[in-house]
């Protein structure tokens, strides 16, 4: 709508970050597959526009198919279970959010004789089974890109400000419409610092999301 604000990451640049790991890890070649949340949500064709252009500058990396995880754990694991099955010579996978735990969990089921190298997420249960499953494949590797809920905390931040009377600087705002507050990713692990996503977890739950809010003083970026 005119003239509303929006608060969140980018969610394309979200999803081309875990992208173009994923096509620079298998060398700018192989067979994949995707495993997306829900078709037409406006989050998902965002992130399914950025895996599609990063994928657009590896011509050698063919998608052989792709299918809906619903955003959900167990429909995930399914989901990949059957592309295991379908495509013996899967050399890769990528998707987004809870579907990323289950789809290790199908790979680890199966345990194939190569496993296919596939994208995680930012949240505790993915970084243990991430530790888990290199205890079953020492060069297993991952990304998990937070998708993180302090999003909603930093918002009321942005607009107490707005309410205060401070005038928001519009040069500092993105998206499609010009009118969003992006919000800094809280987290990317990789391989090098697992040990700081692990330690991030210590004493939360396994359904932890790695999350950050901006202090006031961060927010001030926005204002003039």
Known sequence: MPGVYNVGIDQKAWAMTSARWLAEKLGGK?????IEGFPGHPANVARMEGVAEVLANYPDIK?????????????????????????PNLTGYWTQDGMAIGALQAVMAANPAVWPQGVGEGRCQFLKLWQEALTMNPDFDSIAVANHPGVSPTGLRIAVNILMGKQVNTTKLGGVNGLSFVIPLAAVIKSDNLNDGLAMCEGKPDAYLLDNIMTDAEVQQYFK
């Open 30 to 34: 192989g067979e994949i597959v995707e």
């Open 63 to 87: 998608v052989l198919a792709t299918d809906t995880g619903k955003w959900d754990e167990a429909t995930g694991q399914q989901v990949m279970s059957n592309f295991l099955a379908a495509y």
